[in-house]
């Protein structure tokens, strides 16, 4: 079983590298370049939120009550989210795909074998 779950979570992930991915930018006064990609912060743990399409974004802004306001966004590869963003981010990082689906979201922690070993919460463990 263990076995099974470990090979449906690798070809999920993979699904994910290469897939275009929605990444709202940021709330604020900024502009879209100062800004940066939108974030939630969970037990010391940065996510950058990102959405499959933009109805899962839809289902984000009106879980949020802003469905109205506009939702500026840049379409970034999953696999550049992982390697690029989330060390860039300088904290913690992980990604969370559709995280107005519930169960049918998809969160990626910052650990080992999902982002860059030097961005892993996990890279001074042995497995």
Same mark, same amino acid.
């Given at each position: 079983?263990?076995?099974?779950?470990?090979?449906?979570? @690798?070809? $999920?992930?993979?699904?994910? %590298?290469?897939? +275009?991915? !929605?990444? +709202?930018?940021?709330?604020?006064?900024?502009? &879209? &370049?100062?800004?940066?990609?939108?974030?939630? &912060?969970?037990?010391?743990? %940065?996510?950058?939120?990102?959405?499959? &399409?933009?109805?899962? !974004?839809?289902?984000?802004?009106?879980?949020?009550?802003?469905?109205? %306001?506009?939702? @500026?966004?840049? @379409?970034?590869?999953?696999?550049?989210? !992982?390697?690029?963003?989330?060390?860039?981010?300088?904290?913690?990082?992980?990604?969370?795909?559709?995280? #107005?689906?519930? +169960?049918?979201? $998809?969160? $990626?922690?910052?650990?080992?074998?999902?982002? +860059?070993?030097? #961005?892993?919460?996990?890279?001074? @463990?042995?497995?």
């Amino acid at each position: 079983m263990v076995v099974q779950r470990r090979l449906e979570f @690798t070809a $999920l992930l993979e699904r994910f %590298r290469a897939a +275009p991915v !929605l990444a +709202p930018m940021g709330e604020g006064q900024a502009s &879209d &370049d100062e800004r940066g990609l939108l974030t939630a &912060d969970m037990n010391g743990i %940065r996510f950058i939120l990102a959405f499959s &399409d933009q109805q899962a !974004l839809a289902r984000y802004a009106q879980a949020r009550g802003e469905f109205s %306001r506009e939702w @500026t966004y840049q @379409t970034i590869l999953g696999a550049r989210l !992982l390697d690029v963003a989330v060390p860039a981010a300088g904290v913690p990082c992980g990604v969370a795909l559709d995280c #107005a689906d519930g +169960p049918d979201g $998809l969160v $990626l922690p910052p650990v080992k074998g999902i982002v +860059p070993d030097g #961005a892993a919460i996990d890279a001074n @463990t042995h497995e």
